[in-house]
């Protein structure tokens, strides 16, 4: 199995842009066409989508964890970049668009975005997209041979969506203010 190459700063960013373009057309086609007996529909998909993004969140940095401790060019070097390439194109990145683009439909249809939890909750939402930038940076690095962090740093990482997750549940769940 070879490594998927390495994309161009050039496609890297059609792509951002491309995918900008079909966030935005999303969320404004949602905004101004989706029924009310839509709402249960699309709280449902919303979780599947935070449900696929946590995962990949979870799993993307265990996969640095290992592929930090191996070797450039070995084989299993390799296969970490084609595992961590499929991951953030094939899951990571499509969930956490239908995360936002749903989450925002429901934040206005449902809570008109008024709410302190709900506030504290996008916030912590903004920070995991981050991090989930963070990720994808980190992913050309490793796929270029050039990840300069070690293992016990994508450990510390492993936690950070864990703690977020666990937050916004709360925010959700209890709405404490």
Not at 34 to 61: C, E, N, Q, R, T
Not at 102 to 128: E, R, Y
Not at 138 to 162: C, G, M, Y
Request: glycine share 6%; aromatic share 12%; hydrophobic share 60%.
């Amino acid at each position: 199995m070879t490594a998927e190459a390495p994309t161009s700063g050039g496609a890297a960013a059609r792509r951002a842009i491309l995918a900008l373009i079909i966030f935005a057309g999303l969320t404004a086609l949602l905004f101004l066409a989706a029924p009310d007996w839509l709402y249960l529909w699309i709280k449902a998909f919303h979780v599947v989508a935070v449900i696929s993004w946590m995962a990949g969140m979870l799993y993307l940095p265990r996969l640095f964890v290992y592929h930090s401790e191996a070797e450039s060019g070995s084989v299993q070097s390799e296969t970490f970049k084609v595992m961590e390439a499929r991951l953030l194109r094939l899951i990571i990145n499509p969930a956490m668009m239908a995360t936002w683009v749903l989450g925002l439909w429901l934040a206005w249809k449902g809570f008109a975005f008024a709410g302190g939890w709900l506030h504290a909750k996008i916030a912590l939402v903004i920070l995991l997209s981050a991090l989930h930038g963070y990720l994808s940076g980190a992913q050309r690095l490793f796929a270029s041979d050039r990840n300069t962090k070690p293992a016990r740093h994508w450990r510390i990482v492993n936690e950070v969506p864990t703690l977020l997750m666990i937050i916004i549940v709360i925010l959700v769940v209890v709405k404490p203010f």
